[in-house]
Structure formats: C-alpha cells, structure tokens
C-alpha cells in the first residue's frame, strides 16, 4: 500500500483498516538536524553483483504493517490506531559517499548464537554492497569505545565467522558512561554506528543517538536486536532464539531418558529467561516430552491443592516419571533470600536470580522423603545454561543475520538513524530505537499458544483453592 512520503510532513501518514486507522512510525534521519546532507546515487547501481531494475530500490512509501490481520466482521473503530514501519531495503539515493565512511560495530549484553555471523555480514555488506573500506570492531560492549583501541576489520578476518559462537569483539555488561562514550566515537571519527545487543543496549543505544542529535554530528546508528530470550517487542524474534530452542531441546530430551530410565525419576531442565519463558515455551511445545512448564510470567507454588507437587505425585503415579521445565526467572518471589540477594545486581543493573533448579530439587526430595519415605525416587537437574547460546547460529538464523544486517546497512546509508532493523511480520522494517528500547516481549499467557502448552503438559493452572 503506498502512503505519501514521510518527509513531506512530522505528522505521521494514516491508512484506514476494519481496525482503525494505520500510522507510519516516522524514522529519524540525519537531514532533521543537519542541513548540510547531500545525496548521491546508490552505489548498488554500478555494483557489479546487482543489477538493479524495477521495483530493486524500496521507496519511503513501502511499509510493513505491525498489524496483519483484521477481522472484516469488526464495526471499523476510527479511535483506535496501528503502527506501520518503513520497510528495510537499499534506497535509490543515498547521504554517504562510501569513501568516506568509518563504521564501527560493537557487540554488548549477553551472547546469542548468530552475533558472529551478523559482524561477518555487517563488514562484507558494507564492504561488497557499498565499497566501505574502512570499518572498525569496538572491543568489550559499550565500554569499549572508550577503553580500548577499535580493531580494523574487513573480509578476509571475517570469512569464516558465521561457523563460530560467540563474538570475537567481545561483550561485556556495564561501562555505559554516555559522556565518555560519544567522545571517543568522535575522536575515532566514526560516522556510521551498529550496535548489536539487546534491551538493555537498545535503551543505551537511544542515548547514545539522542546525544549524537544534540551534539549534531553526521553520524548514523543503527541497532541490531540480539536476545536469546527473545524479550525484545516488535520483531518476531531475534536471531539466534531459534537456535536456542533446539539446543533447549537437547536438555529436555537428555532430562526425559534420565527421567524413564530412574525408579520414580523427575528430569528437571533450567532454561534461560531472565522475565520471559519464550526458550522455555517453545523447548516445550517442540519437545513433548514435558510434564510441566514453569515461566515467569505466571506464578506457580508447591504445596496444597493444585500445587505442583500434588500434580507431579499423580503425574509419577500415572507414567512412573516426570519432567519439568523451569525457565530461570520463574518461581524466584518462592525462594528463600538474604536482604543482600534481594539487592543484588549485574553490571548492567540487571536483578541476580537464584538457581530456581537447585532450589526445586531440593523441595522435591525433601518432600519425597517425607510423602514416600521407603521408595526410591531420583530427581536428575540439567542446567544447560550457557550451553544453549554459545554455539554457532543454525542455517535458518544464519540466514536472518545476514538479511536484518544487510537491512540496516541500508537504512544508515540512506541517511535514516535511530532506528533498529528486523523482521515484522516475516517482512524487514525499520523501527525505530526508542519505540524497541520500551516494549517487551512477554509471554501471553492468556494466547492460544500458552493454552497449547497446557494442553500438550496438561499442567495446572496453580490457582490455589
Ligand atoms: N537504561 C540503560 N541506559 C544506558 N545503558 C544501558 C541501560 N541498560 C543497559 N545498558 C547498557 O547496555 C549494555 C548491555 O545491557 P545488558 O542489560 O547487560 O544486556 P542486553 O543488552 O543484552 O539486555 C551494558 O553495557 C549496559 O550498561
Ligand atoms: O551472561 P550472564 O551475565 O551470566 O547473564 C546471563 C543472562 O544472559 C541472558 O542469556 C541473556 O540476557 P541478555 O540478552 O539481556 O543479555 C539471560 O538469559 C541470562 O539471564
Ligand atoms: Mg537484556
């Protein structure tokens, strides 16, 4: 659907639906607040790999919708109002003569399979799309641009990235000092900035943007969404979840023998999640071999009528075993802690959990013990933790760091900034940061898909009676 240029006006366009009215976000781009920009000719047009015809280049008038279903039956409700995004893709024009551009790229928070691969695609992109020749690794996280030296990169030192976990910049929580931070951005001379991490970078990310608006510098910041929790709003996922779920997978069906196999046996699996059980979900769903989910967006408890216990006592009685997996910000208000846990925090400012696994198999033997003190029982704990997210991206999210960087070397050529690239609705769109760094992807547990895991666990709903 075409709608009229976003530049021509600050109001955002409208688009009528059976749900209301649709509006583009409008992006931010360098010519709000320097004048001097001036735009030139794609380079993709004489790259020698592209050929480009019609309907190559993407207009400002091409978005995606956030929103794509609508019932038809619905009265129209003129009040309320969807976003639509900018669809991702190379312009015709853009604001950056490649000769010219220093980009830097920094990877920050914690790892996610796929980082490698999107500071590979980042750096032949901009290298083989664009003819960028100078592009900068930023070491350890945000810190970084101000305590250590950039490292040059280019095709040759990447090659071979997409195979490997990790981030060979490294990564690191904490260090943002904003004044610091944009100082060093400017004395390295940096004009083009992506930055790859997740919610607590993107927040960094929009100050880092909001003070490059103020000091009005000709420099272009671009996030790239990296979650394994996949608690990042907007986009469908983040690259590397899937990923994830099937190394999740591997625990549970490792808890499931280990279950089958020991006399009264509980396979007890911790999945990562710090405040959103999406991992855990769908190892789940993907599994079917869970007797029980446990996530933090739903509370649960042990003891008494439609407790996990009494649920776990018949589902033994029934198949002789159990499994049980625990995503690991679930259950934390249960656990016992000291005043200083309670305060504990990361670098980042991010709560410190406790082991939600260890502290559930000690209640399940204890109460073993005392429910059924003559049988055997055995609880097995798997604690994959790390292991499900420092391993190499898998074809599928390969193939996604590759698209949503390509997007958003697009996006900052064309002069567009402050805004985050990823897939909406299967579609690339830009976004912008600050609209990222606010929403949270949180389970819904009153969706169909949380209802399919009770269905498949056939697991309580732990309302006490
Ligand atoms: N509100 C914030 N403002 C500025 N920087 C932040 C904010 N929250 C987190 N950061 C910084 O972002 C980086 C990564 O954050 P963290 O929460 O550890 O990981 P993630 O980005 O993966 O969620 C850290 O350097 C941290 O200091
Ligand atoms: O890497 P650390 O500091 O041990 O933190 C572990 C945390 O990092 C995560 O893997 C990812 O969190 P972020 O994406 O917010 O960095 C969480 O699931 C987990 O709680
Ligand atoms: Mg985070």
């Known amino acids: 659907m075409a709608i009229s240029s976003p530049e021509s006006t600050d109001l955002a366009n409208t688009v009528s639906t059976p749900a209301g009215s649709v509006e583009l976000q409008r992006l931010p781009h360098l010519t709000d607040y320097l004048s001097n920009i001036e735009t030139r000719p794609n380079p993709l047009q004489s790259n020698p790999y592209y050929h480009p015809s019609h309907g190559f280049y993407i207009s400002d008038s091409d978005v995606v919708f956030r929103r794509i279903t609508f019932d038809l039956a619905q009265t129209p409700n003129s009040g309320s109002k969807q976003p639509a995004y900018h669809r991702a893709g190379p312009r015709k024009e853009v604001v950056f003569d490649p000769t010219g551009v220093r980009a830097a790229i920094v990877t920050c928070g914690g790892l996610c399979p796929g980082m490698n691969t999107v500071i590979r695609e980042l750096v032949i992109g901009l290298w083989e799309l664009y003819g960028v020749r100078r592009i900068f690794g930023v070491g350890a996280g945000y810190r970084g ?37 944009v100082d060093a951005i400017e004395r390295h001379g940096f004009n083009q900035l992506y930055i790859i991490g997740g919610d607590g970078t993107m927040r960094g990310a929009v100050k880092i943007f909001d003070e490059i608006r ?62 959103t059980g999406h991992i855990a979900l769908h190892a789940t769903l993907s599994s079917r071999d869970v007797d029980c989910c446990l996530i933090p967006e739903t509370p649960f408890f042990l003891e008494g009528k439609g407790g996990l216990l009494e649920f776990l006592e018949n589902r033994i009685k029934e198949n002789g075993h159990a499994v049980v997996v625990v995503a690991e910000g679930a259950g934390q208000e249960l656990i016992p802690r000291t005043e200083a846990q309670k305060e504990e925090r990361d670098e980042s400012g991010n709560p410190v959990f406790l082991d ?5 198999k000690s209640e399940f033997r204890s109460w073993w013990s005392r429910s059924h003190p003559n ?79 009770r269905s498949v666990t056939n697991q309580p709903d732990f309302i006490r009676v």
């Open 145 to 181: 641009f101000y305590s250590r030296d950039p490292v040059e990169l280019n095709p040759k030192l990447v090659h071979n990235l997409h195979k490997k976990g990790g981030t060979i910049l490294e990564t690191s929580r904490g260090g943002f000092d904003l004044g610091k931070i």
């Open 214 to 275: 103020r000091r009005k510098l000709n420099i272009g910041v671009a996030g790239i969404p990296k979650t394994v929790d996949n608690d990042i709003g907007i986009i469908d996922r983040s690259f590397g979840f899937q990923t994830a779920v099937e190394m999740a997978q591997q625990a549970i069906a490792a808890g499931h023998v280990e279950a089958e196999s020991g006399v009264n046996g509980i396979g007890l699996v911790k999945l990562m999640g710090r405040s």
């Open 356 to 360: 939600v696994g260890s502290w559930l």
């Open 375 to 453: 049988e055997l029982f055995t609880v097995k704990y798997i604690d994959p933790t790390y292991m499900i997210r420092a391993v190499p991206a898998n074809a599928v999210d390969n193939m996604y760091c590759t698209l949503v960087a390509h997007s958003a070397i697009h996006g900052v050529m064309a002069g567009y900034t402050g805004f985050v690239s990823g897939p909406v609705n299967g579609i690339y769109a830009y976004i912008p940061l600050v609209e990222v760094a606010e929403t949270k992807n949180e389970v819904n547990v009153k969706d169909h898909k949380w209802a399919w895991v």
